[in-house]
């Protein structure tokens, strides 16, 4: 999405909080206007500084990630309680420069719907018996049984318009607000980094007060080389309520254009004075090895992967999440008006596995995980088009075409319990879209719900297409662009799977506790 840069209430206890070690056992401090570094450990042994993460939890499985601060052996202890009195241990890969001494370690054969309580420990390759200190975290797996229930928040766009870590109001609050609700994972709907964003150490905001930065050599220019981009990850995880929040909650990632640079595609060549490197499919490679380096993706992890971002992630019975990939595989950018489009934003490949994979799904409800709207106009620059509509609206035009092929699948093949999820515009809106109000009308009805940003300046509403008949029935949205976190709340929202009637509930959320808008839906409906 087009951006400027600046510069004129408690859930139930589902899972045991984190307590005394493993807070202290991530603490980076952050003091003043700068920020302490990880201290390299005096006697020579590994140290896991920037905490751990899990991500792509099943029912029986989990990626468990970690870096540490020089070559080291990665072994992962699993046990059913925090005091670790039986454990299972998990051997991990060796870290090395390679991957920027960052690395995950596989778990399988977990014990369904259950709390999984696991310590990290880092050892000296060359002497297996010289270890740092552990660094513990926890999870809980999927259920295997309907009537348990599924709870999970997703929203994005962290660090970006120039908007990083402020220790004056205590960095990035939401996720610590997050991690309180205690949800069963978190899904970070893209831009979980500004690689093309620069983190000024302070900004003058227009009534005058001043917001700090915390800043590092790698968020002083726009990401080229790999470094920098890593960098950017790094730069995240500076944030204590984050690392606190990935120690408690896992994830579900995937990307979209800033963990590249703005407005992406495949195939571009830069006109922009900042980049020494033109070729963006260079950059992307580089930042694709970079994301997989520092998210516990399965499909960048698993053997047969691919190095691919889009899967399905199995939630148990009641919930399939299908995060997709709207950067890698689109054409390029346009006035988005061709009457003919295969490639689309999804690409030919990635359509035909997404229609394979929700046909064959048996879970109540399908959540596609989109990193971008499918009926709000986001614009790139004055004549072309950086999402899907392009403000026409009538018939399907672009890459509408593919959007349209897909809905029309999913009505004609009577797939149920489909909820379209996504974040990138910077505001929270609920749309529905209805062939009533459509000019295409081969399809069933369905909602898509917007939240974000969590660390990001706020933008104003985008407007609505109307070829598939959206209705905004909720928004909240600043009123000018880019309003800091100081002067607008961040959002996320909040989806709730009852076990017994598997209504699902969805609840936009705003930073400080407030619940802005609920819709239940019932389960069982073609479309939604």
Known sequence: MSHPVPGSSSAPARRGLLRGSLAASAALALGGSGLAAPAFALSGRPRAAWGVQTGDVTASSGLVWVRSDRPARIVVETSATESFRRTRRHRGPLLGAGTDFTGTTALRGLPAGEQIHYRVVLADPDDPRRTGEPVTGTFRTAPDRRRDGVRFLWS??????????????????????????????????????????????????????????????????????????RGNFRYNLLDRNVRAFNAQVPSIVQWDDHEVRNNWYPGQILDDPRYAEKDVDVLAARAARAFGEYAPVSTLHAPGGRGRVHRVVRYGPLL????????????????????????????????AWLK????????????????????????DGAANFEAIAQGDPGAPLGRELQIAELLRFVKHRRITGTLWLTADVHYTSAQHYAPERAAFKDFAPFWEFVSGPLAAGGFPANALDGTFGPERVFVRAPERANLSPMESPQYFGEVDIDGHSGDLTVRLRAEGGKVLFSKVLRPGRVGQ
Request: charged residues 25%; aromatic residues 8%; hydrophobic residues 40%.
């Open 356 to 379: 394979r994979e929700l046909a064959a799904s048996t879970a109540v409800w399908k959540v596609l995980a989109a990193d971008m709207p499918i009926g709000l106009v986001v614009p």
């Open 320 to 351: 399939d999440v299908f995060v997709l990939d709207m950067r890698s595989y689109r054409n390029a950018n346009s006035p988005n008006r061709q009457a003919d489009d295969t490639t689309g934003i999804l690409g030919a490949e990635q359509l």
């Open 156 to 229: 994005g766009d962290i660090a970006g318009q120039g908007w990083g870590i402020n220790p004056d109001i205590g960095g990035f609050r939401a996720y610590e607000e997050m991690r309180r609700l205690d949800p069963d994972f978190f899904l970070c709907s893209g831009d979980a980094i500004y690689a093309d964003g620069v983190i000024e150490p302070s900004v003058t905001l227009p009534d005058g007060r001043i917001w700090r930065n915390v800043t590092t050599p790698e968020k002083s220019k726009v990401a080229e080389t790999l470094d920098e981009y």
